[in-house]
Structure formats: C-alpha cells, structure tokens
C-alpha cells in the first residue's frame, strides 16, 4: 500500500502510461512522505463509454482515481495530493479536471503487506504529517 487505481475510458501509450506511473508515484511519496517501493499503480483502461458521471442531468464520461492509502492522514493533506495527483493526469493523459473523481479510502497498517519491504507497512501517527517515513 498505497494502491492507487485509475479507471479511464479508451486506451493510452504504453510510455505515456508509464510516464503517468512514474509522476504519479513521484508526486504521492513526496507529499505522503511514503517509500516509493510501496506505491502500486493500475491505469485500467476501461474503454470507450466505460465510466460515466451525471453532469447537469446527463451522463458524460469521467474517470477515477482511487486511492487506497494508510489511515490517519489529515483531510487538508488528502485534499492537496488529490489536487497534485490530477494535475499529474491532466498534464500526462490530458484528462479534464471537471471529469475526474479522487476517493481515498484508508487502512491500518497492518492491512498492508510487503513481502519484500519486510512485512505489514510501519505504523504511522498523525504528528509524523509532513516528515519522513519508513514506510
């Protein structure tokens, strides 16, 4: 963990998903203060007419960005890392701002398991916000 899942209608390049990957990953550990070799990433490319949102009483397409992160960040940190992690879809995939969702759903450490990193993700506790983890 963190597992962050993008669910986007049609299909992308292969290098500018990867570039999504790499910005995505990149702009989360910095702001969560996090070991990048935790962060997962799912582009999931759902097709044409896949993700849909009601807009002014019709459906459009959207996508969404879920993320499924430790539990205890702050709402204010939530909030600016959803901001930077659609500015890194935007700016990659050209995704627009008023069709993509960010939902956050959070775990305890022990509900996150890195064979290779050790085990179950390090605790974590609201004073550390801001400064450097193990994990």
């Given amino acids: ?26 702009t989360y550990a910095r702001m969560m203060s996090v070991d990048m070799r935790r962060i997962s990433i799912a582009i999931r490319e759902l097709g044409e007419g896949a ?4 807009v002014d009483g019709e459906a459009v397409e959207a996508a969404v960005l879920m993320c499924d992160i430790r539990r205890g960040r702050s709402a ?11 500015e890194d879809c935007m700016e990659i995939l050209g995704l627009r701002i008023d069709r993509l969702n960010v939902e956050f759903t959070q775990h305890s450490a022990d509900e996150m398991y890195h064979p290779t990193l050790g085990g179950y993700s390090p605790e974590w506790t609201p004073a550390e916000e801001g400064g450097s983890l193990p994990g």
């Fill in 1 to 26: 963990m963190p597992y962050l899942q993008l669910d986007v209608n049609g299909s992308y390049a292969i290098a500018d998903k990867q570039r999504l990957a790499n910005a995505l990953a990149e």
């Fill in 51 to 54: 993700v849909w949102r009601m």
């Fill in 76 to 86: 204010e940190l939530r909030l600016a890392v959803a901001k930077a992690l659609c």
